[in-house]
């Protein structure tokens, strides 16, 4: 039994990374819903053979937990190659389809971000910005630096009382707050 459903999963495996739709998230088939569908509908069939009724909410969660297993190993081995082990030493993956999602190496990496008003650490290739626009530049960056004021209790019951007076009948809230003027 464990034999013919270590089969079905490694065809899944297979069939989901013929599908890019489903996992190369830079790609513009990702975004096509269509594609997405009949892939989904592929892998929904295939499952079906370890799981009867399977759906594509099944599927979405079998795709989920082969992808978080395989992170939870990529992770070890990784930090295992960080921590200066000689090459006999690195960690060697358990998880026997580990092989197989390596296709998901770089899915998982995130995208880097710059930002445009961040330029303290370059030099300007161009002309140099005007006083007022290097002021303007320095105040939104130090701006969106500053983190949020977070609400204290005044503001939130404010917001509870505004929340119960709109939840209100109209002619009801008229009279409550011409009662609280």
């Known amino acids: ?15 989901y990374r013929s599908e890019p739709c ?3 998230v830079r790609s513009e088939e990702y975004h096509d819903r269509t594609k997405k569908d009949a892939a989904y509908s592929k892998l929904v069939k295939k499952l079906e053979e370890l799981e009867p009724g399977a759906t594509k909410k099944s599927v979405v969660l079998k795709i989920n937990s082969l992808r978080c297993a395989y992170r ?6 990784e930090a295992s190659k960080k921590s200066g082990a000689s090459t006999d030493s690195i960690y060697k993956p358990a998880l026997w389809y580990y092989n197989l999602l390596e296709f998901l190496q770089d899915q998982d990496t995130p995208w880097t971000s710059r930002s445009n008003l961040d330029n303290e650490n370059e030099e300007n290739s161009g002309d140099k910005p005007l006083p007022v626009e290097e002021e303007v530049l320095t ?10 004021e977070q609400p204290d209790r005044y503001d939130l019951l404010g917001s509870t009382i505004a929340l119960r007076l709109k939840a209100l009948d109209k002619r009801v809230a008229f009279v409550a707050e011409k009662k609280n003027q």
């Open 72 to 77: 939870k190993e990529k992770k070890k081995v």
């Open 22 to 24: 489903l996992w190369q």
């Open 139 to 148: 105040t939104m960056r130090d701006h969106f630096k500053r983190p949020k």
């Open 1 to 15: 039994m464990a034999r013919k459903q270590n089969e079905v999963i490694v065809e899944f495996i297979e069939l």
